[in-house]
């Protein structure tokens, strides 16, 4: 820990203004790559003629002082492997279990899983999880054009199943984990989708899809919270305005880069097409009509630091993580990402982060929203709440169990504080 600081501090002090200059470089690449999302024609070259320049000026920093930078990468490289060694091996950090409900389930029980073997590129299909699930004594549903997950989660219940899994995206997860918190049966997530990040953030091995079903035989239970919007439950998050405007498009699940391309320079150029129009409260009671995103997850997302980014610390806080993000201009932007790349985001007063158990949202008109990367469009007011410890969940006992924020540690108070404790042997895992 001490050689990162002594190369940050010798770094900074000795090159002040040609780190000035990095950063300014940095700000420039996003001023101008603001033109090549949201402009056209003349004024996008432009934008390409900027971003040359603004990268052709970091590319001198890190030539004049390769030494230093390949030093100072070495020793991060260094302080996050022994850092996250001794988080991930510190017992306190893994979630609590009922080690009773495994011993008495693991003979009681009978295990349904819902197969979609579209989901993933046909992941499902590749690993044959048909097969080895009839080898753990799984009951296996595979979906057909026209069916209903939600439906055959139900009549799997109705049959006499208290486990049932799901092996698919993230939108399907929500569907099951929505009957198994209506009759209270436990679920098991496989990560047979292409994100998976329910799977992420439960701590599961995102690329051993058959070990998930270790789940129905030899796993560990635990809640978590779920969450809801109007009447639409979700596991992840749910997402307003940009993103939820681009994923209604038919052609966004073939061509996204496309879809992106064709849709931000209406939604975010001078003339503009069409306004978000999203009004809310911020935790300071101040309005907010003009968000160009908005981000309401299940527990918080970690979003200003690099360590874990995009993933929950926890999934049993028993609140709602609010995320919103004003960009008006092509200095916004800029500020966001120079502020973001020194791992300064909340000194971006366009972006507020805060925790709450509800969250409501109006609108004049029908509010489309990407629900854990699915496409709905839902009447306004939209009322989010948090669902605490609505879901019995199971993992694999060899499974990790905790998220990738969960893990991560970074030169911050919070986690230096945290590794003392552990090196002290008085390991405590708290959440900030």
């Known amino acids: 820990m001490a050689s990162v600081f002594l190369l940050i501090f010798a770094g900074v002090t000795r090159e002040t203004g040609a780190v000035f200059f990095a950063f300014a470089f940095v700000f420039l690449a996003a001023f101008a790559g603001w033109f090549v999302l949201t402009r056209r024609r003349f004024k996008r070259a432009l934008g390409i003629v900027g971003i040359i320049v603004a990268f052709s000026g970091l590319a001198g920093f890190v030539q004049h002082h390769y030494l230093l930078l390949g030093m100072l990468f070495a020793a991060i490289a260094v302080f996050g492997f022994t850092a996250r060694y001794a988080?991930?091996?510190?017992?306190?950090?893994?979630?609590?279990?009922?080690?009773?409900?495994?011993?008495?389930?693991?003979?009681?029980?009978?295990?349904?899983?819902?197969?979609?073997?579209?989901?993933?590129?046909?992941?499902?299909?590749?690993?044959?999880?048909?097969?080895?699930?009839?080898?753990?004594?799984?009951e296996p549903v595979v979906l057909r054009p026209g069916?209903?997950?939600?439906?055959?989660?139900?009549?799997?219940?109705?049959?006499?199943?208290?486990?049932?899994?799901?092996?698919?995206?993230?939108?399907?997860?929500?569907?099951?984990?929505?009957?198994?918190?209506?009759?209270?049966?436990?679920?098991?997530?496989?990560?047979a989708g292409t994100r998976n990040h329910f799977a992420?953030?439960?701590?599961?091995?995102?690329?051993?899809?058959?070990?998930?079903?270790?789940?129905?035989?030899?796993g560990v239970e635990r809640r978590i919270d779920l969450a809801r919007v109007n009447e639409q439950v979700f596991v992840n998050n749910a997402s307003l305005g940009l993103y939820a405007n681009v994923v209604q498009s038919d052609a966004y699940r073939t061509a996204k880069l496309r879809t992106w391309n064709r849709l931000l320079p209406r939604m975010l150029g001078p003339n503009r097409a069409e306004t978000m129009n999203l009004q809310f409260r911020g935790p300071d009671g101040r309005s907010w009509a003009d968000a160009a995103l908005v981000v309401v997850s299940n527990?918080?997302?970690?979003?200003?630091?690099?360590?874990?980014?995009?993933?929950?610390?926890?999934?049993?806080?028993?609140?709602?993580?609010?995320?919103?993000?004003?960009?008006?201009?092509?200095?916004?932007?800029?500020?966001?990402?120079?502020?973001?790349?020194?791992?300064?985001?909340?000194r971006f007063r366009g972006l507020r982060q805060w925790a709450a158990l509800e969250f409501e949202v109006d609108s004049d008109r029908p509010v489309a929203v990407g629900l854990d990367g699915e496409a709905f469009v839902l009447t306004p007011p939209l009322r989010f709440v948090s669902l605490p410890g609505a879901l019995r969940v199971r993992i694999p006992k060899h499974a990790r169990g905790v998220s990738p924020a969960g893990l991560a540690v970074t030169l911050t108070r919070r986690d230096l504080r945290r590794l003392i404790r552990i090196a002290a042997g008085r390991s405590r895992h708290t959440i900030i």
């Open 87 to 138: 988080v991930r091996h510190d017992a306190a950090l893994r979630p609590e279990v009922d080690q009773t409900r495994r011993r008495t389930r693991r003979s009681t029980c009978k295990g349904v899983l819902i197969i979609n073997p579209k989901s993933g590129d046909g992941k499902a299909e590749r690993w044959e999880l048909s097969d080895e699930a009839v080898k753990r004594g799984i």
């Open 147 to 191: 069916d209903d997950v939600a439906e055959l989660a139900e009549l799997a219940v109705e049959d006499g199943a208290n486990v049932i899994g799901m092996a698919g995206g993230d939108g399907s997860q929500a569907l099951v984990a929505t009957v198994a918190m209506r009759h209270q049966v436990a679920h098991v997530c496989v990560p």
């Open 200 to 218: 992420l953030d439960l701590g599961l091995d995102r690329n051993d899809v058959v070990g998930a079903l270790d789940a129905f035989t030899d």
């Open 299 to 346: 527990n918080a997302y970690q979003v200003r630091r690099l360590g874990g980014i995009g993933s929950r610390y926890r999934m049993d806080g028993g609140q709602l993580g609010i995320v919103v993000t004003r960009i008006r201009r092509a200095i916004d932007f800029a500020q966001l990402v120079t502020f973001g790349s020194a791992g300064q985001h909340k």
